[in-house]
């Protein structure tokens, strides 16, 4: 099984993916001016804006949803593995997908917004919806849809209860079995609940978690501030192989930070459009600005409080390319939350296991939550005019058991099936947006004019000419007038 799922990794992760994610979002980047500086400003003021009802959520709901997908064990586990394989210059790698792939984000989302449906009394948006309806390729867009159920929906959601029941167990000797069981029943009461009671935990517990966590960071960032220098040089330097120590590993820092940041921020990989289709606008623009900031929060925010910590304190390995170490301060420590266990324990003794297992749980248990939304919207795809209601039932109960048999299997099985899961996703995606740009790119324009004149843009599909964003056509006035 790990040789058949090795070979696969090396397929779908090989460097002209690498290559394939940067060039994308650097595509994009330069298409769009740099949007990701240009209108940094409208992205926060955009994400209190907007209201939920009964069919949609609202944009800073919406942005919980899609932060609860992106802020999860990549960001704890998933950066210290980079730094471990790739050493500190990963991080860099890590800042770089992450900027770049906010021009991405917004794509994808911009495109989930103009080619969502009302369908059964919900919005719903996504890959498989603008595949379809923007190229025209139903077949790759039920592809998508089927790829996306069985990443999110089997594979992915055991690398997060894998990751919470790991370090429950190092903080307070819970067993797995236990996790696992806490786990389903926890996630049945949430998932079994629909959208609202997930954008509702999501809006709540997301930002709390953020919050504490990089506060925590600052603390200690500050306790170490002497670092300072000398780590931003050491990352820096790592990065471009400048570094005496690191410069022999310069392929890995990139493969390593691109193929975590893109994991963790999930720029480009095709999830951040479901909950984006979800929020009620009066303009995709506005949500695929609001989605690009997201990608921000996790990766400049968040992954960077993790490798802060680590690399601040030294609480670290790596590993070169012939297998031996060329930095090993932690003997005996696996990659993974173990270093920024050991990084809070050098600022306060006794309480970095317990910490970390906790902002593991909240990070990772509203991942899964995401995962489910995620997988619903395809299976809602996949089901559209049909009752699809055991369909449902059947993939809440598919993913609460990948939730249970994550929490009790290897750690390196988990992580391995994961970023399979991932990489036939990214490439299903990153074909389809780079087919697709124009109608996103056109919306991005009609955005900037009507700012320019002192509106509060509207979208009109018919005005420019973009085909099949029924919704706007027939039913978002209707829409507009109930909300207001």
Not at 36 to 57: E, N, P, Y
Not at 199 to 209: G, K, L, N, S
Request: hydrophobic residues 55%.
């Amino acid at each position: 099984m790990e040789n058949i799922v090795g070979f696969l990794n090396e397929l779908l992760w090989s460097p002209v993916m690498i290559y394939f994610c940067l060039g994308v979002g650097l595509l994009f980047s330069i298409i769009t001016r740099f949007l990701q500086v240009r209108h940094f400003k409208d992205m926060i003021k955009l994400m209190f804006q907007g209201k939920s009802s009964d069919a949609g959520v609202s944009s800073f709901q919406a942005l919980s949803i899609a932060l609860s997908g992106r802020v999860g064990t990549g960001n704890i586990a998933g950066t210290a593995t980079a730094i471990a394989f790739g050493g500190p210059g990963a991080v860099f790698w890590m800042w770089m997908i992450a900027f770049i792939g906010a021009s991405s984000a917004f794509i994808e989302s911009t495109l989930a917004q103009i080619y969502k449906v009302k369908q059964d009394g919900q919005y719903r948006g996504g890959p498989a919806y603008y595949i379809e309806k923007g190229i025209g390729w139903k077949w790759y867009a039920v592809l998508f849809a089927i790829s996306s159920i069985i990443a999110v929906g089997l594979l992915m959601p055991g690398i997060q209860s894998n990751s919470i029941a790991t370090g429950l167990n190092n903080a307070f000797g819970l067993s797995p079995t236990l996790t696992g069981i806490l786990l389903v029943a926890l996630l049945g009461a949430i998932i079994f609940g629909g959208v609202k009671r997930i954008a509702t935990v999501a809006q709540y517990v997301v930002p709390f978690m953020a919050l504490a966590y990089i506060l925590l960071a600052l603390v200690i960032m500050v306790l170490n501030i002497t670092q300072l220098p000398a780590v931003f040089a050491l990352i820096i330097k790592s990065a471009l192989g400048f570094d005496s120590a690191f410069g022999g590993i310069l392929g890995m820092a990139i493969s390593w930070g691109v193929k975590r940041g893109i994991y963790s921020n999930e720029a480009g990989q095709g999830t951040g459009p479901h909950a984006a289709a979800a929020a009620e606008v009066s303009h995709p623009a506005k949500q695929g600005l609001v989605q690009a900031f997201s990608v921000y929060i996790d990766t400049l925010l968040v992954c960077s409080a993790t490798a802060f910590m680590i690399l601040f304190t030294g609480m670290y390995n790596t590993v070169g390319a012939d297998g031996a170490f060329i930095v090993e301060n932690l003997k005996g420590v696996n990659p993974g939350p173990g270093y920024t266990q050991a990084a809070i324990e050098t600022v306060f003794p006794g309480f970095g296991a317990a910490f970390v297992a906790i902002a593991l749980f909240f990070f990772a248990f509203t991942t899964i939550m995401a995962y489910y939304y995620i997988a619903e919207t395809n299976v809602a795809y996949l089901m559209r005019g049909k009752n699809g209601m055991w369909l449902m039932t059947g993939l809440k109960i598919m993913l609460l058991i990948a939730t249970f048999y994550g929490a009790v299997k290897t750690a390196d099985l988990a992580w391995a099936l994961g970023d399979v899961g991932l990489g036939v996703m990214v490439w299903l995606n990153l074909i389809a947006i780079l087919i697709l740009a124009k109608p996103a790119l056109q919306a991005l324009k009609d955005y900037e004019d009507q700012k320019a004149k002192g509106l509060d843009p509207v979208f009109d599909p018919t005005k420019l000419g973009i085909k099949n964003a029924d919704y706007w056509v027939h039913d978002f006035k209707r829409d507009e007038e109930r909300v207001s």
